[in-house]
């Protein structure tokens, strides 16, 4: 069973997605471009995680970019190649938020807009 992606050794499987991984199709590659960059931290949430109501620990990694009125996804650090080939655009901030359960291991994606 091949992972969609790795972050920090840990291992990203479709199998594991709490969601309709095909709708995450735009998303998915964007991640895996960045998975060599993005860090992995612990974090507690408020409420017991919905998919086993059995911790509230997950790890958590972001990814944080802006999308232009296209659509593309422009990451935070092309930001100032992005205005010198374009020029001042509208861009809203789009952050890719993962989130893994360290109980069962089942993971989701967030997008904050
Ligand atoms: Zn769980």
């Known amino acids: 069973m091949n ?8 291992k990203f499987f479709k199998e594991d997605f ?11 590659p964007i991640i895996k471009e960045r998975a060599s960059k993005i860090k992995l931290d ?5 409420d017991l995680n919905d998919c086993c109501n059995k ?3 997950n ?4 990814i944080v970019g802006y999308t232009d009125e296209d659509e593309n996804f422009i990451f935070q650090e092309e930001i100032e190649e992005y205005k010198k080939q374009y020029g001042e655009r509208f ?3 789009y ?3 993962i989130y893994k359960c360290l109980n069962c291991k089942k ?3 967030d997008i904050m807009e």
């Open 91 to 93: 861009l809203n901030l």
């Open 42 to 46: 612990e974090i507690e949430c408020v």
């Open 95 to 97: 952050v890719i938020r």
């Open 18 to 28: 709490l969601d309709d991984i095909n709708e995450y199709d735009d998303i998915i």
């Open 55 to 57: 911790t509230k620990s």
């Open 3 to 10: 992972p969609l992606f790795v972050i920090e050794n840990e």
């Open 59 to 62: 790890l958590y990694g972001d």
């Open 107 to 109: 993971w989701l994606i």
